[in-house]
């Protein structure tokens, strides 16, 4: 995180700064032909690789402790979120530990501004997640999916002790 905020300092036309600090940030040589533009934020680094000619917009935060891999040609808009890691949602057990899954994103995929990726997902080759979106499930590829609803997966139980 100290490096993402000596990245998010950088004049926005220091481009070698910008990829010298993105190539310690992820631990290893990124493609010339990545593209991040400030603000980023992610909370580990070393657990994202990229393919090449990846564009991400302003504003993205990475949560890739589980593991983030984007393909070729990928374009992601604004504030998007992509996050490897949470917690259980049982209250008994929801300080206890971090849960974590891989996020793959394949070849070719557009993810539209302020969308969010849960952990686990898989986005199909060719497919637009659109702008707001919540993906919680893979998506196949070459489609469509949009949506914010709500839809009630399962009921909790109640806590054993109240704090």
Not at 8 to 37: C, M, V, Y
Not at 61 to 74: H, K, N
Not at 112 to 129: E, L, Q
Request: net charge negative; with cysteine; proline share 7%.
């Amino acid at each position: 995180m100290t490096l993402t905020s000596r990245l998010n300092a950088l004049p926005f036309d220091d481009l070698d700064g910008r990829r010298a600090l993105l190539t310690e940030i992820f631990g290893k040589p990124i493609p010339d032909s990545l593209s991040i533009l400030p603000p980023f934020s992610c909370d580990y680094g070393l657990g994202a690789s990229f393919g090449e000619r990846v564009f991400i917009n302003q504003g993205c935060f990475f949560l890739d402790y589980g593991g983030i891999t984007i393909g070729d040609r990928v374009m992601i808009g604004p504030r998007v979120t992509l996050s490897t890691a949470g917690h259980p949602v049982e209250i008994d057990e929801r300080y206890d530990f971090i849960t974590h899954a891989p996020i793959v994103i394949e070849d070719d995929v557009w993810i539209g501004a302020a969308a969010t990726i849960t952990p686990g997902v898989t986005i199909g080759r060719g497919s637009v997640v659109g702008a707001g979106a919540v993906v919680a499930k893979d998506v196949p590829p070459l489609c469509v999916v949009t949506a914010t609803s709500i839809v009630e997966r399962k009921r909790l139980k109640p806590a054993s002790t109240a704090t």
